[in-house]
RNA sequence: CGGGUUGUGGCGCAGUUUGGUAGCGCACUACGCUGGGGGUGUAGUGGCCGCUGGUUCAAAUCCAGUCAACCCGACCA
């Protein structure tokens, strides 16, 4: 392709409105634009790239013997409707009517639909295992969107899904497809994890989620230092040996501590460590209120006290401060475990079980309980561990070292069993002629987020540094001055040469100043570089890769060669 | 959905406090010089100042409403 008549607009100052690397490099490189908040449009070199990394998903997951298929992303209500998901989506789903007022929405996902179609289509046994995949676009309309392509409310996806006819199988299918993941990301030359997920909404037991490592990424995991063990910051198991856990158990002691209301306050008041005290949370859900309470160093993991409580996350709401004199008898900054009304429902953490002589709140307004102890006789329940993991944690498998990664999730796969055969009544004859309930799960890739994944993972200073294998072109010549004849003529053959040789290559035969071919070749990230300058008429340009940059001046037909060499190795 | 910030040519911004002819840089067009890291000269093109309403002789500027984008915050490829 001629740069002269490639549709390649780059804009030399940072976008205001992006704010990750990803998101201004891929914009400034020409290559993607935002039409409205979280979705974008892919420009010709934004496109290369996509396509690419398509391509490399759809060929593992063919290599691995899945089959692909298209299923329409206009999906009627109805299919649901039947699992129930129209309404647990609720806000989420992008809903549309037909002219006749029937509803429909655009697929956040295919699970109704694929189990729909299967159960339409497969009868028997011996049509198992099956998995079947499809790339296409999903739609979610996030509550935020943000981070370019990171988090989109249109994106590009690829969702595949096993069926199979016992527990067994459906184990089998998940490693297959986890073996077919870990190609891909490799293919990809990720730096990546694979940690242990909570499963959402998707519903269901066993997830794991594929995290390419970035700093600042969204996705937060807990992993060891010491061993495999990693899991999301959501379900990471906190094991802590950090607190005060002797025998004596104190006299407890109202304190005068006037306006002191957070642990901040509370450590600079006693000058005690925030493993001192103890914070009593409020929160209601579901028309209970609850008092929880754990270490005053350690956050609450929202996650494991939905779990425990059986609620979904969004139901659970902390207090407000009218509230929680109304319904608890207690005062905000001043909340304690003894004295709360009946009706209060009291969760304690097992640390804080353990922990001697703490000070926690009172339930009176300006005073703490010194030396206060979990007792025998009260009424509450022990919750094992509703705590954030935290770096120097202990490992739950192993007893090392636990430290805290940011990532993107870029691939996650899930176990579900039969929780979408039965809502959709999908059943096939076994040996015995007995219908069974399909085993299913459904495993999805990123597609488009993996471009933005990259890139994170992929740039320096001056742009982004393409994998050859994902780069919109593998190569460039750059002609440095197009109104010397002899540098046009050593460019343009070869450019023609790499071109009969399969090198995808770009010629930068553009009437511009060396500085502006330099940048733009270093920002859209080229791997593979010629450059045609003053030693043209000896035949000698200046070979580089965009990773190194050190340019070494070597003959053209030496130059070609390595550029031949490299592309063939591609994976 | 809460909290914060911002809307002025394609991009990045000033101007708003104190109402009075809409500006700067980049990009773009034409011609020239230059030709190894976003060079330069001359001459140009392009904007209902997010939208609606109000105040006023007069609104980018003041007031009200509304829409949009971005950032921080409770599960999502």
């Given at each position: 392709m001629r740069m002269s008549h490639l549709y390649m607009p780059t804009i030399k100052e940072d976008p205001a409105?992006?704010?990750?690397v990803s998101n201004k490099l891929l914009i400034r490189a020409g290559m993607v634009r935002q039409l409205v908040s979280g979705v974008y449009s892919y420009m010709p070199l934004g496109n290369r790239v996509l396509k690419k990394v398509e391509k490399i998903v759809r060929e593992e997951q063919d290599a691995a013997g899945f089959q692909e298929v298209l299923m329409s992303a206009l999906q009627p209500r109805e299919l649901w409707d039947k699992t129930g998901r129209w309404a647990d989506f609720g806000p989420e789903m992008f809903k549309l009517e037909d002219r006749k007022g029937r509803e429909f929405c655009l697929g956040p996902t295919h699970e109704e639909y694929f189990t729909d179609f299967v159960k339409n289509e497969l009868n028997s046994y011996k049509q198992l295992p099956l998995i079947i995949y499809q790339i296409q676009s999903k739609y979610r309309d996030e509550r935020r969107p943000r981070a370019g392509l990171i988090r989109c409310r249109e994106f590009l996806m690829k969702d595949a899904y096993n069926f199979d006819i016992d527990e067994e199988g459906m184990v089998k299918s998940y490693e297959k497809v986890w073996e077919s993941y870990e190609k891909t990301f490799d293919r990809l030359g990720f730096d990546y994890r694979i940690v242990r997920g909570d499963s959402g909404n998707m519903g269901g037991n066993v997830s794991h989620e594929f995290i390419a490592i970035t700093s600042g990424g969204e996705a937060q995991i807990a992993y060891c230092k010491d061993c495999d063990y990693s899991a999301t910051d959501e379900i990471a198991e906190c094991v802590t040996?950090?607190?005060?856990?002797?025998?004596e158990m104190l006299t407890p002691e109202k304190v005068h501590t006037p306006d002191v209301k957070t642990i901040d306050q509370l450590n600079e008041y006693?000058?005690?460590?925030?493993?001192?005290f103890v914070k009593t949370l409020l929160f209601k859900a579901e028309g209970e209120v609850f008092a929880v309470m754990l270490p005053g160093d350690r956050d609450l993991n929202i996650t494991k006290l939905s779990k425990y409580l059986e609620v979904h996350p969004d139901r659970i709401e902390m207090l407000v401060e009218g509230e929680i004199n109304d319904l608890t008898g207690s005062h905000l900054g001043f909340v304690g475990p003894f004295g709360l009304k009946d009706s209060v429902r009291l969760i304690i953490d097992s640390r804080v079980k353990k922990m001697k002589n703490f000070i926690v709140g009172a339930n009176e307004i300006d005073y703490h309980l010194k030396n206060a102890n979990i007792q025998e006789d009260l009424e509450c329940e022990i919750v094992k561990d509703l705590l954030n993991a935290k770096v120097g944690d202990e490992c739950p498998e192993c007893g090392g070292t636990i430290d805290i990664q940011t990532g993107i999730e870029v691939g996650n796969i899930f176990q579900f069993g039969t929780k979408y055969s039965k809502a959709l009544d999908a059943t096939f004859l076994d040996k015995n002629g007995v219908a069974q309930h399909f085993w299913m799960g459904s495993h999805g890739i990123g597609v488009s987020r993996i471009v933005a994944a990259l890139v994170e993972q992929n740039h320096d200073d001056y742009g982004i540094i393409w994998p050859l294998n994902v780069a919109p072109y593998q190569a460039i010549v750059s002609i440095l001055n197009t109104k010397d004849e002899e540098r046009v003529a050593l460019g343009e053959k070869i450019y023609e040469d790499l071109k009969a040789k399969g090198v995808e290559v770009l010629l930068d035969d553009r009437n511009e100043r060396a500085g502006v071919k330099f940048n733009d070749m270093d920002l859209i990230g080229i791997p593979l570089r010629v450059v045609v300058g003053r030693k043209a008429s000896e035949g000698i340009i200046e070979y580089s890769t965009r990773d190194e940059m050190d340019k070494a001046e070597i003959s053209t037909e030496d130059a070609i060669d390595r550029i031949v060499t490299a592309v063939e190795n591609i994976k």
């Open positions: 409105d992006a704010d990750v040996k950090n607190y005060d856990e002797s025998d006693f000058n005690l460590p925030r493993k001192k």
